[in-house]
């Protein structure tokens, strides 16, 4: 049943605009460019989620958790160290460590960008590691923040939807091509 929904609506799809080729005359120039999804957007919303992790892991809350009870397990205190400050130098090293991977994968990514600014990314970032000086603008307050991670989830959803989709559309193909070699 949702098969056959989902072929009469292809079906009034293609129908349609094989009506509106035949009816409107060929543009004499190109107007509208197109866009194209690419498996760089599968990429990409495989490094949001956990650019997004990261940010509520360094949330107030998760690092007083950190601080207050993580660090003061009995086992971590026998086999790592008694030191507070050494054991909270250790978790701060983590997540810096992770922040550099997440920043490579990203750097990896916009080596194929057109824009010139975005190809130098990894040195860019190294820079603004290494240095308080932040000329592009990445320091975001919590607001700034919270906006780009709603927009980021989003993004990570559409994504998940659109390749469930081509799954399905997938299946759908293979289950054509059976009937038309049965015939």
Same mark, same amino acid.
């Given at each position: 049943? +949702?098969? %056959?929904?989902?072929? $009469?609506?292809? &079906?009034? /799809?293609?129908?349609?605009? =094989?009506? #509106? ?19 760089? +957007?599968? %990429?990409?919303?495989? $490094?949001?989620? &956990?650019? /997004?992790?990261?940010?509520? =892991?360094? #949330? ?124």
């Amino acid at each position: 049943m +949702a098969l %056959e929904t989902w072929l $009469i609506k292809v &079906k009034k /799809t293609i129908s349609q605009s =094989f009506d #509106s080729v035949r009816a409107a005359p060929p543009p004499k120039t190109p107007v509208i460019k197109r866009s194209r999804v690419g498996v760089l +957007a599968f %990429e990409i919303a495989g $490094i949001m989620p &956990k650019l /997004t992790h990261m940010w509520r =892991f360094l #949330s107030d809350e998760n690092i007083a958790h950190l601080h207050n009870e993580s660090i003061c397990l009995e086992g971590v205190r026998k086999i790592v160290s008694d030191d507070d400050t050494f054991l909270l130098g250790l978790a701060c090293a983590e997540i810096v460590e992770n922040l550099r991977v997440l920043a490579k994968s990203v750097s990896r990514i916009s080596k194929r960008c057109d824009d010139p600014i975005l190809r130098t990314f990894e040195t860019l970032f190294d820079e603004f590691a290494n240095s308080d000086h932040d000329p592009y603008n990445w320091t975001l307050n919590s607001k700034e923040m919270e906006a780009k991670i709603k927009k980021m989830e989003r993004y990570v959803t559409a994504t998940a939807i659109l390749y469930r989709e081509i799954d399905n559309l997938t299946v759908i193909e293979n289950k054509f091509e059976e009937i038309i070699d049965k015939q």
